[in-house]
T-cell receptor, first 114, second 113 residues
């Protein structure tokens, strides 16, 4: 069975602070994919990143960075110098390599205050 | 075209109505999905179509009936719904296994009265 845990239900920061969203996963698959999505109040799911289990390189995209650690089954997401527009619910998700499905964590609601 | 288009964006229906949600993609993706998302909850997988065949049905009640007429279209037929079925219904598509190119539509917000 696959499971994604986002222990942080809500996080509130002040603009320009750095913030890390935690994601821990469980899977029996040896090959799998991890994702992060952003869901702003408008409701659409915005794709942020997809990482396969063979690639443990950390990734940086502008103010966003991701730390994948297979040894601890974690795929954490850091926003540097947060902005009000970063306020949203962020979901971590897991998909098996040969399964056409994706399972989401419960989500972390991030509020960035001016 | 890198979008998944869902119609309608909003739907209000009575418990005795029959309605359909539509989803369309023209990215050549061969897997399409329906998810249900209740308020303040994560999306939950309902159905998966792979190469136009139903491959996953997550024990969804029969009042929800999916249909995949062709590789670009996915429908969700609704009949005799309950108020607790009110939710955001999201469609997604991907190239196939592994979720390459997994793309979500903006959803249909359904209210059952």
């Amino acid at each position: 069975a696959q499971k994604v845990t986002q222990a942080q239900t809500e996080i509130s920061v002040v603009e320009k602070e750095d913030v890390t969203l935690d994601c821990v996963y469980e899977t029996r698959d040896t090959t799998y994919y991890l994702f992060w999505y952003k869901q702003p109040p408008s409701g659409e799911l915005v794709f942020l990143i997809r990482r396969n289990s063979f690639d443990e390189q950390n990734e940086i995209s502008g103010r966003y960075s991701w730390n994948f650690q297979k040894s601890t089954s974690s795929f954490n997401f850091t926003i540097t110098a947060s902005q009000v527009v970063d306020s949203a619910v962020y979901f971590c998700a897991l998909s098996g390599y040969n399964n056409n499905d994706m399972r989401f964590g419960a989500g972390t609601r991030l509020t960035v205050k001016p | 075209d890198t979008e998944v288009t869902q119609t309608p964006k909003h739907l209000v229906m009575g418990m005795t109505n029959k309605k359909s949600l539509k989803c369309e993609q023209h990215m050549g993706h061969r897997a399409m999905y329906w998810y249900k998302q209740k308020a303040k909850k994560p999306p939950e997988l309902m159905f998966v179509y792979s190469y136009e065949k139903l491959s996953i049905n997550e024990s969804v009640p029969s009042r929800f009936s999916p249909e995949c007429p062709n590789s670009s279209l996915l429908n969700l037929h609704l009949h005799a719904l309950q108020p607790e079925d009110s939710a955001l219904y999201l469609c997604a598509s991907s190239q196939g296994p592994s979720g390459v190119g997994y793309t979500f539509g903006s959803g249909t917000r359904l209210t059952v009265v």
